[in-house]
């Protein structure tokens, strides 16, 4: 049985460990002491890793995949991190790499984007340079639009305040469908940067009407005194090569 080593097992990659335990041995990097217990208790190897412990990299990076997903807020300093991190002398000898970035690179301006759009550091510095460093030694960066869904559903933070743009449209990806992209380019050896975004654009307005009609939230107001922006992330790279998003839609991504 291969490894997968997660790191990064909040609301996504402890997710993931549950879909994939018994397809694979799960490693799990741990941010204190208290996550590690409650790792083992759930039945995975569990090895506590953060900027200032690095003790347990020789256990973390002995795995046949590697999935990085960690939230740049999370951290004081994430670039250091990232680079201590691929700088281990296991870190290029994993047979197969993930990291996961964030389609908040592309430009904020309308339009529709996809891997070849130009991106720069004005959108989102962090994660720009960390794709900069990253991307001769990854075999895989998912670029994901907002993460829904297990419990994520964007109307509940809007419920009952003012929304000035609600004509904007929305791009979002639901965590099952995410969860399936890796496992896909796990079995189809793919390697690349990949748009993970619905095929499906409500505007803000339409998709927080409705949620909150359907879960009993109370709605919020709409001004539309921002102007709306129609920027469009293209997920269909992933689709081209066999794909299929299970979840198109993010009205109904309740669940």
Same mark, same amino acid.
Request: aromatic residues 12%.
């Given at each position: 049985? =291969? ?17 994939? =335990?018994?397809?694979?041995? /799960? ?29 347990? #990299?020789?256990? #973390? ?17 994430? &670039?250091?991190? &990232? ?8 870190? $290029? ?16 301006? *309308? ?5 070849? *759009? ?34 994520? +559903?964007?109307?509940? %933070? ?20 995410? +969860? ?16 993970? %975004? ?5 505007? =803000?307005?339409? $998709? ?6 359907? %879960? ?15 920027? /469009?992330?293209?997920?269909? =790279? #992933? ?17």
């Amino acid at each position: 049985m =291969k490894t997968l080593s997660i790191l990064g097992a909040g609301w996504l990659g402890l997710e993931l460990a549950q879909t994939l =335990k018994d397809r694979y041995s /799960i490693k799990l990097a741990a941010r204190n002491e208290e996550a590690k217990h409650r790792h083992r208790d759930l039945g995975f190897e569990s090895y506590v890793l953060t900027e200032n412990r690095y003790e347990n #990299l020789d256990a #973390l990076l002995s795995c046949e995949y590697l999935f990085i997903n960690y939230p740049p807020s999370k951290f004081n300093d994430f &670039l250091p991190f &990232l680079t201590k991190l691929s700088e281990h002398p296991s870190f $290029l000898s994993v047979e197969k790499i993930f990291f996961v970035s964030s389609t908040s690179l592309y430009p904020k301006a *309308s339009g529709i984007y996809d891997e070849k *759009s130009e991106i720069t550091s004005a959108s989102n510095p962090v994660y720009y340079e960390a794709e900069k460093h990253l991307q001769k030694k990854v075999h895989v960066i998912f670029r994901c639009a907002g993460l829904m869904g297990g419990g994520r +559903i964007a109307s509940k %933070c809007v419920s009952n305040t003012l929304v000035t743009d609600g004509k904007s449209r929305v791009n979002h990806v639901h965590r099952i469908d995410v +969860i399936r992209a890796v496992i896909f380019a796990m079995e189809h050896d793919l390697q690349g940067i990949f748009n993970l %975004c619905a095929p499906m654009h409500p505007t =803000k307005e339409e $998709l927080y009407v409705y949620q909150c009609e359907q %879960c009993r939230f109370v709605p919020p107001s709409f001004s539309d005194n921002v102007a709306s922006t129609q920027r /469009i992330i293209d997920g269909r =790279k #992933l689709e081209d090569l066999g794909f299929a998003y299970l979840w198109k839609n993010p009205m109904e991504f309740f669940h």
